[in-house]
């Protein structure tokens, strides 16, 4: 028992002192994390939208930014618990990629995030499940775009569908969003008008039913004002797209909680457009006129693109004027833009990628130091603790040795008076199984001595009524009278002794059956197991009443009493069952 209990000790410090090791790794990973964050917080706040665009960073603070945002994702792994503050990161690192251009890198966190998720879902509070819930559409939406982006359509249209189905289970905004998205890629990547119609059609039902102020029917009405156009139907876009025209002119985004100045700049341009290709010049100038002087109220919150499309309608308009002069002008300001658009990111593009490559570098051989380091700490950890079980097994051994000894004649001593106590129980055993049988004897014997005193106190109740009829009697038939009872006395002393010596004979010749019918009925008595031996010798039962000097009536109770002791029913014979015993 000692030894066992030094054994559980010793395993019990071993194991706090590995816990402790864990447990201060991770403490010190999530305070470096925390570090990190704040200095990354100081420039690019997460909740800040600059942080998700491209011409937000230079490049000092791209590459500053990388390493940092690299440096926090190593360090999540070595953060015990704490699964919602990590999926949120994960989550976070796959819509930043997937902002700033980087599909690859975006889908690999999406999915750390989606088997994180589902690794330890049973670990997340509700709490953390509910607010997840919206931004796990979200993400799959944005992994089937990184899919599509990449060429991986296939991928990307199953994504889509998880999203669909995943989205209908929640019955919100989600519900509409996942048939929009569904809808531009077929529209985009598939080029399947057809099939992208249908789709924006259910997102439109199910947002103009459910959520006819939000945003997102703006984006609705844009794709299906699109797809008419593509499909050479203007006065079907038209209307859409002068609906969306007013709508964005007073709808705030829900997030930002402002103005959406691309939307807006893009529906007027497309208005103008479309007021054009359906001989509307008088419209197309009055909308126009009233997208200049949006343009001129916002012109510091213009976007390239956005500056881009408006450049493209007036260009339109001045062409359908016959203004060709002017409209050559704009066309040649707008394509110099577009020029100077394109040449800027593709060198913004060539610069991230090569900080990107670079960081991903530095980042393995990053991981490759990690690595070998918490090898040296592990050997380092195997050594200690092979040393602890080192010295407490020397310790134990000792220990052993020293109680072996002690023990070896405690276990002798132990064993010895563990057979005198056998011994002593079986004898005592013994000796209450002669007793308890001796008992038994004497309790028959007093039943039938019982029975007896009964026999004869009713034989006594009979001579008392014929005393009293020869009393009552005359004279001259009183003598008679005498003779007849002084007869049955004589009658009963002859009786009671052959009875008695009948009874000796066959309690010697039934020996045997009587030892057989104790053993199946231990609680019968000794007159009636003598009345199973009568009957057994097959004799009626006015001779066995004869014999027993009882009345047939008596001899009948007697009877029943044995049946209910034999538990015989109703339907079993009490002399047949005796006679096969």
């Not at 997840?132 to 889509?160: C, F, I, K, T």
């Not at 040393?387 to 000894?405: A, K, Q």
């Not at 009786?495 to 053993?519: A, G, H």
């Amino acid at each position: 028992m000692c030894f066992r209990h030094l054994l559980l000790g010793t395993y019990f410090l071993i194991t706090c002192y590995c816990h402790a090791q864990e447990s201060k790794n991770s403490k010190q990973a999530l305070k470096q994390f925390d570090s990190l964050t704040v200095v990354m917080e100081q420039s690019f706040p997460e909740d800040d939208f600059k942080s998700y665009r491209r011409e937000s960073f230079s490049e000092q603070q791209l590459q500053a930014y990388l390493s940092q945002h690299f440096q926090r994702l190593d360090l999540l792994p070595s953060i015990e618990g704490h699964h919602g503050f990590k999926l949120n990161n994960y989550l976070q690192s796959g819509n930043w990629f997937r902002q700033l251009g980087f599909p690859k890198e975006s889908i690999k966190w999406y999915k750390v995030f989606f088997d994180y998720y589902n690794k330890h879902t049973p670990d997340l509070t509700q709490f953390e499940k509910d607010s997840l819930v919206p931004m796990q559409a979200y993400s799959y939406s944005e992994l089937a775009e990184n899919y599509a982006n990449l060429g991986y359509l296939d991928s990307a249209s199953l994504e889509h569908k998880k999203n669909i189905k995943f989205a209908k289970e929640l019955n919100t905004i989600s519900t509409p969003s996942a048939y929009n998205n569904y809808g531009l890629f077929f529209y985009w990547f598939k080029k399947d008008l057809d099939s992208a119609l249908v789709y924006f059609n259910k997102a439109y039902v199910v947002t103009h039913r459910d959520y006819p102020n939000h945003t997102l029917i703006g984006s609705i009405r844009d794709n299906l004002a699109d797809i008419y156009r593509d499909k050479n139907q203007p006065d079907k876009a038209l209307p859409l797209y002068q609906t969306n025209f007013n709508f964005y002119q007073n709808f705030k985004n829900e997030k930002s909680q402002e103005l959406d100045i691309p939307r807006l700049i893009s529906a007027g341009s497309q208005l103008v457009e479309t007021e054009i290709v359906l001989n509307k010049l008088d419209d197309a100038e009055l909308t126009f006129s009233k997208l200049t002087h949006l343009t001129s109220i916002f012109s510091k919150l213009l976007l390239p693109s956005s500056k881009l499309e408006f450049l493209k309608a007036q260009e339109i308009l001045l062409v359908a004027q016959q203004d060709y002069k002017k409209a050559y002008a704009i066309g040649e300001k707008r394509r110099i833009l577009n020029d100077s658009l394109n040449s800027i990111l593709k060198t913004a593009d060539k610069k991230w990628q090569e900080e990107l490559n670079t960081i991903s570098l530095d980042r393995v051989a990053l991981n490759f130091k990690i690595d070998r380091i918490n090898k040296e700490n592990e050997i380092q950890k195997q050594r200690s603790k092979l040393l602890i079980v080192s010295l407490s097994s020397s310790f134990v051994l000792i220990l052993l040795l020293l109680l072996f000894l002690s023990r070896r004649q405690h276990l002798k001593n132990a064993k010895n008076k563990q057979l005198l106590a056998e011994q002593s129980r079986d004898l005592i055993s013994f000796k209450n199984r002669e007793l308890e049988s001796e008992i038994e004897s004497k309790k028959r014997d007093l039943s039938d001595f019982a029975i007896n005193l009964t026999q004869n106190q009713e034989w006594a109740e009979t001579l008392a009524d014929k005393l009293k009829v020869i009393k009552q009697s005359e004279i001259k038939n009183r003598e008679h009278l005498i003779d007849e009872l002084e007869q049955d006395i004589r009658n009963k002393i002859t009786v009671d002794s052959d009875t008695k010596d009948f009874y000796e004979r066959l309690d010697k010749l039934s020996d045997s059956f009587y030892s057989e019918l104790i053993n199946l009925f231990p609680d019968l008595s000794k007159n009636e197991i003598r009345l199973c031996s009568l009957i057994r010798l097959k004799m009626d039962s006015r001779s066995i009443a004869t014999l027993q000097n009882i009345a047939l009536s008596s001899l009948n109770t007697s009877r029943y009493r044995l049946r209910k002791k034999l538990k015989l029913s109703e339907v079993e014979n009490l002399d047949d069952f005796i006679q096969h015993l």
